[in-house]
């Protein structure tokens, strides 16, 4: 099955400064990539997505990059503010199972003002 | 739009005992809910698969006869936790597809469950 790794589990920035986490994952018939951000105690919020014919996207300070021949997908986040600051996850899924979510393990981003 | 919450927000219950936890689409019908599981300072794990009007699809390692799925209407789905152990407890998250997305999935709230 599909394997989803996140890196870095720790992120602090100050406040400014960009932010970037990155995923991979292993089953080249993955063709869909959400982010997901989680403030403690609640829900995970989509905040963006990409899907596999699609190199690259961007909403306001958000943007998302797919390397699909390295099995890479990225999260940036610029001028970072202190409510950035919460868990983000990565995600895949496959074409051929697009119900199965697979998530990475997490990244605690920490914006400091 | 594609507001989904569950009930209850948290729950403590004794050893033996079951729970259900329920997982509303509020503003969407949803034919697809997911159940997932998160430890603390840990990623989700899906749980099973809850088809509106036919079985869940349970994935591998989770006892369906434990975790029992029901989703009787296209906005409710019900988890039930039976004969539930210390082990159980853990935050349990639904999420609901609206209808004419094919991939997007949005998340309840979470439900923390305890276990004494």
């Known amino acids: 099955g599909e394997n989803v790794e996140q890196h870095p589990s720790t992120l602090s920035v100050q406040e400014g400064d960009s932010a970037v986490i990155k995923c991979t994952y292993s089953?080249?018939?993955?063709?869909?990539f959400p982010w997901y951000k989680q403030e403690l105690g609640k829900r995970p919020q989509l905040i963006i997505d990409i899907r596999s014919n699609v190199g690259e996207k961007k909403d306001q300070r958000i943007a998302v990059t797919l390397n699909k021949t390295a099995k890479h997908f990225s999260l940036h986040i610029t001028e970072t503010q202190p409510e950035d600051s919460a868990v983000y996850f990565c995600a895949a899924s496959s074409r051929y199972n697009f119900n199965k979510f697979y998530f990475g393990s997490g990244t605690k981003l920490n914006v400091k003002p | 739009g594609a507001v989904v919450s569950q009930h209850p927000s948290w729950v403590i219950c004794k050893s033996g005992t079951s729970v259900k936890i329920e997982c509303r689409s509020l503003?969407?019908?949803?034919?697809?809910m997911f159940w997932y599981r998160q430890f603390p300072k840990q990623s989700l794990m899906l749980m099973a698969t809850s088809n509106e009007g036919s079985k869940a699809t349970y994935e591998q390692g989770v006892e369906k006869d434990k975790f029992l799925i029901n989703h009787a209407s296209l906005t409710l789905s019900t988890l039930t936790v039976t004969s539930a152990h210390p082990e159980d407890s853990s935050f349990y998250i639904c999420?609901?597809?609206?209808?004419?997305?094919?991939?997007?999935?949005?998340f309840g709230p979470g439900t923390r469950l305890t276990v004494t």
């Open positions: 503003d969407f019908q949803a034919t697809t």
């Open positions: 089953d080249s018939a993955s063709n869909y």
């Open positions: 999420s609901a597809r609206p209808p004419g997305l094919v991939l997007e999935q949005y």
